[in-house]
């Protein structure tokens, strides 16, 4: 399949940028940066659209929707090497990714009816005689701005749960995966070609900016905490609504119950698959003081198995953008001189593109390895009283994404959950909630606002319409310049019988 790649001679446009294989630097495409006037009319494109797609209904845009998710898995070879070759992450994580994707396309397309339809909802003794209901219609058109981190898990997470719900979506991706956009949105018009219902802009910073000040009707964002802040004072120039999906410092806890090696396993993974390129990865590992040098022994023994690599053996890739490789290099040493110490790894672990695997032990709580996020293969490790001194450090955070619990107790591990200050939680495993798309996804303070996935992602692409009809006349009319005072009257005595009672 060709993808929107349009070359400048294509294209006519001056200014290019190239994709690069972080792996091997080799170039991957080229792509337009677009300026203001060329997204504005990208957008006004998306409006016009946005009449046709919305009004197609629930059913069409199913059968559409339902036919994008095949696609996909048809190609899911040539997509997940486009990944692969893009983000350098493994091909097998590659898949994952998309799978993941297709399985939340799946679900947007079957339940946008269900959740956003009109319903009925009570009248209430006061309006006794009217007929209420509630209705979710779309916004019309909105903005996607991406990350590179998983160039089809994230921004699919915002693009189909707006389409399910009738806008039409234009999409920014990142700078450092445009060529992995423009396969999703040419993708989309080889099922839905009769409009431009999923459209791309490429370019740097400053194209995403023009985008957030466009005429678009909401604002999807996947980025760092730093960057929404900008995109935020953009949006608020036209009052442009906005959810924001940012960084994370997700811990992990180890109650001194839990099955070790499961926990182990687990915090490997969370910490180290895609180079712990992951906002929901683990970054800071809290565990039991009884049983701390048991799993520091069987987490040091995993990680010490692991390498990144480019080959088909590697355990992950590259760092995709060259820059967080700077943050990770200060963020080790600024812990080895507060006093910490590596485990495994260490600054020499860094031999860029790649960076190998870092368990850093005794890392004070103010070091910028625990209070910032490393968003690389690291993780740092530190001993607690029980889970709830672990939930206590680990709730000393700007952040608020995801994090885990490891507990057999399956009260305490509840608990503990639900104590964590993050929007998402997983027990006795990591990353799970990511994988339901029924559960709302998003996190509070710096780690952004509002929720993709699930009935919440559907609703945070709508706005609510709320519907009365009168039935009948109603036996006092209270909004009228005819009510009497004994109409009056009437309704204080029953407001008193139903609101006047007193409470201890
Ligand atoms: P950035 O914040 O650097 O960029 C995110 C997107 O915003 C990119 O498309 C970028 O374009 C664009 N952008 C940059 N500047 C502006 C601007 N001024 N106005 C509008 N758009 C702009 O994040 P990364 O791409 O580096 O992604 C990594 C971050 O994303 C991490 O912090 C990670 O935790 C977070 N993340 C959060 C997720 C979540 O669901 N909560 C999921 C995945 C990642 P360009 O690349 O061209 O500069």
Redesign the pocket.
Known sequence: MVTTVRTPSQSGLARTFDSLNPATSEPIGTFPILGEDEVNDIVARAREAATWWSALGWKERQLRLMAWKSYLIRYIGRLSELVHAETGKPLADAQLEILLAVVHIDWAAKNARKVLSPHKVRSGIVALNQASSVEYQPLGVVGV??????PVF?PV?SIVYALAAGNTVVF?????TPAVGGWLVSSFAEVVPDYPVLQLVT???????F??RSAVDKIA????????K??MA?CAENLTPMVA????KDALIVSADANLDAAADGAVWGALSNAG????GVERIYVAQDIYHTFLEKLAERVSALRPGDDREADYGPMT?PS?VDVIEQHIADAMACGGRAVVGGLGSIRRPYVGPVILADVPETSNAVTD?T?GPTMTVTPVADLAEGVRLANASRYG?GGSIFAKNKKAGLQAARALHSGMTSINSVISYASVPALP???SGA??FGR?HGADGLREFSKAKSITRQRMKPMVNLTSFSRTDKDMKKILSLATMMHGKRYK
């Open positions: 701005i991406g990350p590179w981190n998983y994230t997470g920014k991706p990142s700078e450092f370019g740097y910073g400053e194209t995403g900016s985008l957030a964002f996947t980025g760092s905490t730093a960057t929404a900008k995109v953009a999906e940012c960084g994370g390129q992951t906002c929901i953008m967080q996020e968003f994404l996804f998003g996190g780690s952004g993709i």
